[in-house]
Structures are given as structure tokens and as C-alpha cells.
């Protein structure tokens, strides 16, 4: 089930809402777990029962770590947990490997990838090590265990909710008008982003796959749009998870803050998906030994933190292609080029930064890698293409005014509008009567889009 969809909106959210709040306190994790996992059946039913079964592993595996304190327990709970994540994501990347190098001819089998198990698995090993760690308490409650693992808020997308975060919620929150109103605020603003900006970008992008009469400008317009429509995709959909989660009282952590306005990509990394940033900090890079340890393993740290960040978005050589050449860049940052970088004027910083991103974005976005470079090439003219044709001009006057709000929706400019609006006593007064009205319109108008349109995924749910 999409958030997205008439079906969320108008169906399943007020529904959950109304019996939630009506329903006693100590019962209302019951009727979370219930609707969290009546959402994720919704889009796959038969792969509820894998979710199960990863729970009642993490379940008995860290009760058992808890109280024998072994270290084989721990290594064979996360083996079965990262186990069932290869199986079911990497089994024919695995084979497809297999038949290139040794010209075999072994079948696909073709397994479905289980909606969100990248998300959910990693928060369960997140539990898993932290109890080893002695980080958090084990959980003995099976049933606030599965609604942490299960909850529908940020169950297929994230962003990666870690047990300590939220342990003492499970037990005890806070549910006010006021909590209450702000994830309203932000699950409207979330899903303005996605249908809105994001949507729309997605169809450019579309268009231009479509596209045979290519320009050199349509390839630069595509980048920087697909680049774009990541970012409100994925920033959207943790906006409304973020807003959800407020509205039954929890609070999870940021998981984007500007990442365009970025001097550097070192700085980039620690403002783009930062749940699961910080998850390969703490669980990968640091107990590897950082930058601790020499310079060699500095470079080996981060290019295997990167190699399986790319493989975590997805079993393919693009996407192993696209973590290297963060990688690369992260560590050639670290060794030598950050202290020539900050001596540029800030805008030069910030123009390299998105030049970066925007070329890894096209390895992220490709089929296959030579699509990659084909597409990289295309930017700089040596497709044997002109610099501008028709096509280009009718795209870009089609698109303009999306690109335009979503290049200033990407930076902190509208939020510091309205906080500088509202140091004054009257304006806000103002802003505060008319920010509802806003809000209904945004309602009205993205009910009207999914009405009407058929365009409607979330780049993240592949992962």
C-alpha cells in the first residue's frame, strides 16, 4: 500500500486513526502491529510470513545473547538475518556473476524481492548488535518487539529507525494535539513533495528514456531533474513517515537536512539518507577501525563501507559502480583534495559538489553501466548530438516551473522565509490562519493528481 494512494489516504490512515485513540492506552501497540501488518499484506501477503519469521529469529536470537552472552549466538543470528536478505535480493545477481565468469548457462530463478526487507532487516540487525553491545536492553515483549520492526510508518522506506531511538516510546509516549498536528503538517508537506514535484520529475525523466532525438542540453536537464526527483521521492517519503510517526506519538530521527547546499561530499553523505549513513558508520566503518588505523585500511574501510552501501540499493553493477565512485571521492576528500577544496569561494565548492552527485546519480539511475557512460558521455557532447533541438525546448517549457520550485524546494530558502516571517507579532498571526487553508489546498490538489494520474512509484521500494 502506497501513501500515496486514495486507498491510504482515505481508507486505511482514518481508520487506524479513529480505533488507535479510541482504544485504551496500553493496548494501542495491538493496534499498531494489527494495521502495520494489514499495510505491508495489502502489497505482499505471502512475504508477511519472512517478516514474521526475521522477527521471532531477532526475537529469541537476542534473548539468548542477553543471557548467555555468546558470541556464536550473535554471529548466527545475524548470519541468518544477512542470509535471508542474499537469498532473496542477490540470489541471481549471484548467478548472473556466475554465468559471466565461468560461461555457464545456470537459470534465473527470479525471487521476488520482498518489499522494505533492506529497511527492516537492518533495523533488526541494529537491535541484534546493539543488545550484544549492551547498548539497549533486550526487549521481552515479543508483540513491542514486532511493532518496532513491523510499523507501518517507515516499515518499506525508512528511514532505518533503530531500537534506542524509540524503546522507551514502545513503553511509554507522548500522543498530543499538538504532536498530533505537527505530523499532520508534515505527512501533507511529504506528500505535496512526492506528488507534486516529485512526480512530475519522475514523467521528465520518463520522457526522456522515451526520447531517440537527443541534445546535449536534454541530457543535462535529465540529470539534474532525476538527481532532483530522488531527492523529493525519498525525502518525501520520510517527511510522511516522520509526520506518521508524530501522529501516534513517536518521534524518529531526520533523515535529510539540504543535502544540495552541500561544500563538499564528505558533507553531502552526512546530510543524504543519514539513517542509513550513520547505520554503516556504527555498524561497519567504525568497528573496522575507521581512520585509526593508517592510511591503507582508512581506503579500504571506506570503499567497502561504499561497495555495500551500492549493493544495499540494489543487486546490480550500476548500483556497486555508483557506492565506488562515492568511495573514490570520499577517500580522495580525506587524503588530499578537501584541503585545496576549502580554500574555493563556497559557490565553486558547491558547484563541484553537485557535479559529483549528479554524475553518480546517472551511474544510480542506468540499466546497465554502459548506459552509464553513454549517458555521462551525452553530457558533454560526444554522442555526435547538437546542443539543443525541438524536443528539448518543448520538455524544458513543459517542466520549467517544476524545476524552478523543485531547485529552490531543494535548499532552506522557503523555510527561511517563513521563520523570518514569523519573528514578526503580526505576520505571525497571519501565517498561522492561513497555514491550514494551505495545507487543505495541498490535500485537495494531490487527491486531484492521484485521481487523475497513473504515475505514481517510490523509487525506494525496490530497495
Known sequence: MLFTSISFLYYFLPTIIILYFI????????????FSIIFYMYGEPKYVILMLVEILVAYFGALLIDKYKSKEIFLITIIIHIGLLCVFKYTDLFIGTINSIFKTNISFLNIALPIGISFYTFQILSYVIDVYRGKVKVQKNILKLATYVSLFPQLIAGPIVRYETICDELDNRDETIEKFSLGVRRFIIGLAKKVLIANMLGELCTKFSLVDERSVLFYWIFAISYMLQVYFDFSAYSDMAIGLGK???????????YPFISKSITEFWRRWHISLSSWFKDYVYIPLGGSRKGTLKLVRNVLIVWFLTGIWHGAAYNFILWGLFIGVFLVIEKLWLSKYISKLPKFLRNIYVLFIIMISFIMFNAGSINEAFFNIKGLFGLNKEVFINNYTIYYLKSYLIVLIIAIFGATPLFKNIIEKLKKSKCL??????LEPIFLVILLLLVTAYLIDSSYNPFLYFRF
Request: hydrophobic share 45%.
Open 23 to 34: 482504544t485504551p492506552k496500553k493496548y494501542r501497540n495491538y493496534i499498531l502491529l494489527i
Open 247 to 257: 501522529m501516534f506519538g513517536f518521534t524518529f530521527l531526520e533523515n535529510f537536512n
Open 428 to 433: 505571525n498571526k497571519i501565517i498561522s490562519i
